[in-house]
């Protein structure tokens, strides 16, 4: 995978086409983003303005990215 910015791979995850953002050390889950504009609200959980969530597989929970995250350039995108 090619590697890159936060900021590059959330602009691509913020598009609401089916894919995540992970690091590569991450071992079992990627960041992704709900977007109302793209994918409708998720109501479920009150939330209808964009946020992003860590999927892995014991599920889904909100996500705000460490400062080693945000200056990181080693992102990759994946399809999910």
């Avoid at 691509?12 to 994918?39: A, I, S, Y």
């Avoid at 969530?53 to 990215?65: A, T, V």
Wanted: proline share 8%; aromatic share 12%.
């Amino acid at each position: 995978n090619k590697h890159m910015t936060f900021e590059k791979a959330l602009g691509q995850v913020k598009k609401g086409d089916g894919t995540g953002m992970r690091r590569p050390h991450w071992e079992n889950g990627d960041v992704r983003c709900q977007n109302p504009l793209f994918n409708g609200p998720y109501t479920g959980a009150g939330m209808t303005a964009p946020y992003l969530y860590m999927s892995d597989r014991l599920g889904n929970i909100p996500w705000i990215p460490s400062m080693r995250d945000l200056f990181a350039d080693d992102w990759e995108i994946v399809e999910w």
